[in-house]
């Protein structure tokens, strides 16, 4: 488990050197979201480390901005508050960035916009703001958590009955985002139709990896040590071959884009994240009171608790195993397409959620449905409530953190069973 995790960090760092555009010259980029909402008209300027202004431009109506800089360095990138529209605030009052531009590749600046504070969001103290704030947070947390939750079950379950370390599985996640952008954007399908079928094809593509693939390797009695390598290699030819074909920027489906909030009260929310947050979660129980309830749930955990036994027992291993991996594909698949109605498609999608997916899946514990479930929302929940006190570039740290000291003091997770070594 410790070479996992260390190899699952040195991808992480490696890939966040990657960047969604092409490399045919430095730059700096982003993209203005207030609500899930684009932001248009808002100054950006980027100068020099003496001072120099070097170019200034506004964001577009996808609320996308860019601007090329002469060389790799570092530049300080400036957002003109004055220019925002009434009503949005700069959430982190970090108006003036300085960043790191690297040969070749354009780097993406972060401004956290959101709704300036009302008479109505004043906390118990009187600060106005915070509880609005920390529900809107929350809510946010609580629905990544789920989109989390999907891929999570799926990788669970696939580590549950064959002990395989996926690093693929974000590829999973890409590759159902894909599939609907195709079937919605080229072939003109409502994106709710796209993402059933590309639910489908994912579940498919489970089961294709397995019958031609993953079971052939299982058949030559290839070590799960070697298998986990395998991922990884195979991981990287899909999200190299999906860049190939997709292109390095990031696409948005042709509905649901830039849709009004609905007033909850202290916080909006989108009509499109109540709808993904009720399929994630009728989803999510029916497949975990499968496991439970159904005879085929059963065969899985009898498969997942000691493989040889359930042989014996009649049980047929491999016919179980790849029914896992379909289910674990579909899973993917269906939180890929959410994803992408939340953040828009790119190659990286799955590879740069995939660190938080793993995280989910340790804390909970390994190998166990309801650890993951639980454990992704603990993630979700951590990443964003964690930019209370942290710059949004690093909510990640406050998911890892919670791991570590969940894992310090509870090695084999939250809901995880205690093994002895040996």
């Not at 570039?393 to 509870?410: D, S, Y």
């Amino acid at each position: 488990m410790m070479v996992t995790a260390f190899l699952a960090s040195m991808l992480f760092v490696l890939g966040t050197g990657v960047t969604s555009a092409s490399a045919e010259g430095e730059g700096l980029q982003g993209t203005l979201i207030n609500q899930n909402q684009p932001v248009a008209g808002v100054t950006i300027k980027v100068s020099g480390q003496d001072g120099q202004l070097i170019d200034q431009t506004k964001s577009g109506a996808d609320g996308k901005w860019s601007v090329g800089v002469p060389k790799a360095g570092t530049y300080k990138v400036d957002l003109d508050v004055a220019t925002l529209p009434q009503g949005v605030v700069l959430l982190n009052n970090r108006p003036s960035l300085n960043l790191q531009v690297f040969e070749g590749s354009v780097r993406t600046a972060l401004f956290p916009l959101g709704a300036a504070a009302t008479g109505n969001e004043k906390a118990d103290d009187g600060s106005p703001g915070t509880l609005g704030r920390v529900l809107d947070l929350a809510y946010t947390g609580i629905h990544i958590g789920l989109m989390i939750a999907l891929a999570a079950l799926g990788l669970s379950l696939i580590f549950g009955t064959m002990g395989l370390t996926n690093f693929a599985h974000g590829e999973l996640i890409t590759f159902g985002a894909m599939m609907a952008f195709i079937f919605n954007v080229f072939v003109g399908l409502p994106v709710w139709v796209a993402g059933v079928i590309a639910v489908i094809l994912g579940g498919a593509f489970g089961w294709i990896q397995d019958r031609f693939f993953w079971g052939w390797l299982r058949q030559r009695r290839t070590g799960l040590i070697g298998m986990m390598i395998i991922s990884i290699g195979l991981a990287l030819t899909l999200r190299y071959v999906s860049l190939y074909w997709f292109r390095g920027e990031t696409r948005q489906y042709s509905e649901y884009v830039a849709q009004p909030g609905i007033d909850l009260g202290l916080i909006d929310v989108a009509p499109k994240n109540l709808v993904m947050d009720a399929i994630a979660i009728i989803v999510l129980v029916g497949v975990s009171a499968s496991l439970v309830m159904t005879r085929l749930g059963k065969a899985t955990r009898a498969v997942s608790t000691n493989p040889s036994l359930a042989a014996a027992s009649g049980i047929n291993v491999d016919a179980i195993i790849r029914l896992v991996w379909t289910i674990g594909g579909a899973l993917a698949a269906l939180s890929g397409v959410m994803l992408g109605v939340f953040q828009g498609i790119n190659y990286q999608m799955g590879f740069q959620i995939l660190l938080l997916v793993f995280a989910a899946v340790t804390l909970g514990g390994l190998g166990t449905a309801f650890g993951a479930l639980l454990g992704s929302l603990v993630i979700g929940l951590a990443t964003q409530l964690s930019t209370l006190w942290i710059p949004t570039e690093l909510k990640n740290v406050g998911a890892l953190a919670v791991l570590i000291i969940v894992i310090l003091f509870r090695p084999q997770g939250i809901l995880g069973r205690r093994e002895r070594i040996g």
